[in-house]
């Protein structure tokens, strides 16, 4: 991505070069205390990822509409001395904000998000590789065995990727679900199979030794530090 | 219907309706609210227009039938006036001797007054009822002398006045301003000040100058219905407010986004409408002064996160009725993306009489940060069912006791909720607690749009916050995590907990997923669902511990904890517990002491019922 790299930015450390844009059009705050001026219209996250920060995603994906769902993503956002949590792939900068992407509170939040996806599905292996990251080494929930996070992906992906609609949400709650309409195989279906290649759960599915529905932490064993989050 | 083309007209018209009323002339107005219409007062009119006709009093007589008074414990109710006689529970039969003895001879009909439970004296008058005498009914009030489908009714007590004074009296930043001063914040749920979100709708750029205003008639709390009462008894009041806010806002698109189970909401809306628009006071040159407006009624599918904000306006446009993130408000990017100011129905209702007294006037009632009145829908374990109205800074002490007439047969009073599904349950140590939005919150309850349920001693804490955790898990959209499988795994631990399989670690494990669910969500359904859990919790902490490490419900409601047994000494061996047994589990001969089969005992509680001697007991 291209940056003003003038020698005080560089030399200067502390804040990060500005992204080339317009003066007018740039919005300055702060992130994981680094102060940074970005583009208006972007999210919290694009902007923290474009600083190189990690911030774990599920639904998110940067050929679709963010859509906020699954959480994982919570950033701290700190907006007139008060703090609140704020799924950062929506959340568009704004000027003078605060952001921690990995402070105490939302590393706790993150954690509870994935212990309650994957006790109920224990099959995505995107989701064990997320829990063996942040050291979830126990499940508190009974376990069920879903094959569905409701990430919501597929349907975006059918709709504004495919140009079609074969796919959606239906019900509501607990019973919610991703089927065609009325559960009869949809005329507008190319079968083109999007929406197992963006599939977190289906395509990934877990491969280490362990119990059916069991947290697997293999990975936790072999490579310890692979996980940057 | 002559068309009111200015503010002139309007005046001379309500003169006119005035004048024409006779005060003398005896009229009898039967409540048609739901409360009322299911204990029978479609019946209860009939017979009455019947029996007038059938002595030829349609001169002297008039009936009119009006929306819901609020004391609905009562109902069917009738209210005879000029005198302000108060008959309750009146059914079919009563309607001749009301006739002959109230109506010709002057007489009051003793057994259909109400009865004040306390002084045990009889109350004639609708005004001396210890119900309404505490109450504030400035939104309410009206609803019992107005027939809903007369536009004349309301406009004869001085409606849509207040319109015309907004219009061709003040610049719509003035009315903004007006109801700014005012205080005025919303009963929807969120206690958002209604004037700022005017503002913020109005200074909102719209390239094409589109902006919407909505009224949120959504109302899914279990067991409130005071914007319905509101819509089914007084639709021109919310329709006048409508029209006061779109001038302030310069709106000309209007939606009411009505439930589905309400249909008599709907139609009373619609006829409201097209009345209103006879007369020129809704659509093209509002009353001559160049203003176009109209309101179009959309019905909701019946889900409760229909009532958000962001829900209710993707259901308007055709979606599917879910969230989406807020971080910029509807009032700035609402409906179509355009500026919408969304308010619920009281709110609306309030309008009118702000611009009509004045900003001032309406401050005066209530306390420091919240102003005015606000109407509850008082249920539950309590001598009086029914939609009250209240200013606010009353305490709930009063509520419960001078207006709710205190808790059925000497029973104890345990715990208020407050709030709807989410909201908070409040302990008797909290009743002296004054009705505002801020204190509410406080606590870990908060106003909600205004359920109110009130519970005694043989309620279980824990139980109810699984009736409403689950209520929420259902109601839930289920786009984001938190919400969705936090209440699902909400649900099962205290259900694990009530069924005696609770284990040490589980209240800790719940308080931490509140958190999660409480800051992670992404609506305020999410967001506040915690509330039944976490103030039940707060309060009610030893009720938990015991279901949990005792095994025993101290109220004796969860079913896995407790046991029915029969006293030998008391059981007379009547068998009426024998045949009522739907299970068979009760074996004994006649005249000797029965037993019970705990085995086969499914612990429906139908054999204490039918115990004449008081024989079962429950451990
Ligand atoms: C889950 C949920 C349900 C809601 N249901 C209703 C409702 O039934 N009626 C209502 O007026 N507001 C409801 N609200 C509040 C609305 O989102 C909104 O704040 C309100 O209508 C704004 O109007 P007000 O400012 O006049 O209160 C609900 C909010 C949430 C989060
Ligand atoms: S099927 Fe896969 S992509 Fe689609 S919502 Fe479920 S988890 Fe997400
Ligand atoms: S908090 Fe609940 S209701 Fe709101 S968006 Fe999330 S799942 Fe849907
Ligand atoms: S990645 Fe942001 S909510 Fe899913």
């Known amino acids: 991505m291209p940056f003003k790299s003038t020698d005080e930015n560089i030399t200067g450390g502390k804040d990060f070069p500005d992204l080339y844009y317009e003066e007018d059009n740039l919005v300055s705050l702060t992130i994981d205390r680094q102060k940074v001026r970005v583009e208006k219209g972007m999210t919290i996250l694009e902007a923290a990822r474009w600083m190189g920060i990690k911030i774990p995603t599920l639904c998110y994906h940067e050929g679709l509409t963010p859509w906020g769902g699954c959480r994982l993503c919570v950033v701290e956002v700190i907006k007139r001395g008060r703090s609140k949590l704020e799924a950062s792939c929506t959340y568009p900068v ?3 904000i605060q952001v921690k992407t990995n402070s105490e509170k939302v590393q706790k939040t993150r954690r509870m998000i994935v212990e309650l996806l994957i006790s109920s599905c224990p099959n995505s292996r995107t989701l064990q590789d997320l829990a063996s990251g942040m050291g979830i080494t126990e499940i508190r929930f009974k376990m069920e065995d879903n094959d569905c996070i ?24 607990a019973k919610r679900e991703v089927s065609t309409p009325f559960h009869k195989s949809s005329e507008i279906c190319r079968g083109c199979g999007a929406c197992m290649y963006i599939c977190p759960v289906v395509t990934l599915q877990c491969r280490g030794r362990r119990e059916p529905g069991d947290l697997c932490n293999a990975c936790i064993n072999v490579c310890p530090t692979d996980f940057g989050f | 219907m002559v068309k009111i083309k200015s503010p002139e007209d309007l005046a001379s018209l309500t003169a006119k309706l005035q004048k024409e009323k006779n005060t003398e002339e005896i009229c009898i107005t039967v409540c048609m609210g739901p409360g009322c219409l299911t204990c029978g007062s479609q019946k209860v009119l009939e017979s009455l227009k019947e029996e007038i006709k059938k002595r030829d009093l349609q001169e002297k007589v008039q009936i009119k039938e009006t929306g819901c008074h609020g004391f609905c414990q009562k109902g069917p109710i009738l209210l005879i006036k000029p005198a302000g006689i108060f008959y309750q529970q009146v059914i079919k039969r009563d309607i001749p001797e009301i006739i002959t003895e109230t109506i010709i001879n002057n007489r009051i009909v003793e057994r259909l007054l109400y009865v004040d439970p306390i002084l045990n004296s009889k109350i004639i008058k609708e005004k001396d009822v210890p119900f309404y005498k505490s109450q504030y009914r400035l939104v309410f009030g009206d609803n019992s002398l107005i027939d809903p489908h007369k536009i004349d009714d309301y406009i004869s007590l001085g409606g849509y006045s207040a319109l015309a004074k907004a219009l061709f009296e003040m610049t719509p930043v003035q009315v903004m301003e007006e109801i700014k001063n005012s205080g005025l914040r919303g009963r929807g749920g969120g206690g958002f000040h209604t004037g700022r979100k005017w503002e913020s709708c109005r200074n909102a750029p719209s390239p094409d100058g589109v902006r919407y205003v909505i009224c949120n008639a959504d109302e899914g709390d279990p067991g409130a219905f005071m914007d319905r009462g509101l819509l089914e008894g007084n639709p021109h009041r919310v329709i006048e407010g409508m029209i006061i806010g779109a001038y302030a806002i310069s709106s000309n698109e209007g939606y009411a986004y009505v439930r589905n189970e309400y249909p008599l909401a709907v139609a009373n809306l619609n006829i409201a409408l097209e009345l209103a ?14 203003f176009d407006f109209d309101i179009l009624v959309v019905q909701g599918g019946g889900a409760f996160v229909c009532g958000e904000s962001t829900a209710l306006m993707a259901s308007i446009e055709g979606k599917r009725g879910e969230p989406r993130p ?17 308010n619920n129905v009281e709110t609306w209702a309030n309008v009118p009489i702000i611009i009509k007294k004045g900003a001032e006037w309406f401050s005066q009632i209530g306390t420091e940060r919240s102003k005015g009145t606000k109407i509850f829908s008082l249920v539950g374990k309590i001598n009086n069912t ?4 209240v200013p606010m800074g009353i305490s709930l002490r009063d509520i419960v006791y001078k207006i709710g007439g205190g808790i059925p047969d000497g029973k104890k009073f345990k715990a208020i909720q407050t709030g709807g599904p989410s909201g908070g349950c409040l302990p008797e140590e909290l009743l002296d607690l004054p009705v505002d939005f801020d204190e509410l919150t406080k606590v870990g309850s908060m106003m909600g749009s205004g359920g109110m349920i009130v519970m005694d001693e043989n309620t279980c804490m824990v139980d109810i916050a699984k ?16 919400c969705r499988e936090g209440l699902k795994r909400m649900v099962q631990i205290i259900e694990d ?23 992670a969500s992404l609506c305020g359904l999410g967001k506040t669902a915690p509330n039944p859990v976490l103030s039940t919790i707060r309060y009610f902490r030893d009720e938990y511990e015991a279901h949990i490490m005792d095994k025993k419900c101290p109220a004796l409601v969860c079913k896995n904890l407790i046991e029915y047994s029969i006293d030998e000494l008391l059981c007379t061996g009547c068998g009426s517990c024998k045949r009522a047994c739907p299970v068979m589990a009760i074996s004994g001969e006649k005249l000797y002491p029965h037993t019970l089969d705990m085995e086969k005992c499914i612990k429906c509680g139908i054999c204490l019922e039918k115990c004449p001697f008081d024989a079962i007991k429950i451990s």
């Open chain 1, 94 to 96: 704004a000027e003078g």
């Open chain 1, 150 to 173: 409701l990430c919501g992906l597929c349907v975006r992906m059918c709709k504004e990727q495919m140009m079609s609609g074969g796919i959606g949400f239906i019900n509501r709650g």
């Open chain 2, 277 to 290: 628009r006879e007369y020129g006071l809704l659509g093209k040159d509002i009353m001559g002064s160049g």
């Open chain 2, 326 to 342: 807020k971080h910029i408000h509807t009032s700035e990017r609402g409906l179509w993306n355009k500026p919408t100011a969304l």
């Open chain 2, 386 to 389: 029914g939609l009250v109205e």
């Open chain 2, 467 to 482: 009736y409403f955790l689950k209520f929420l898990r259902d109601e839930s959209c289920g786009k984001c995590v938190p």
């Open chain 2, 497 to 519: 907990i009530t069924e005696g399989k609770g284990e040490p670690g589980h209240l800790e494990l719940l308080e931490e997923l509140t958190q999660t669910v409480k800051e």
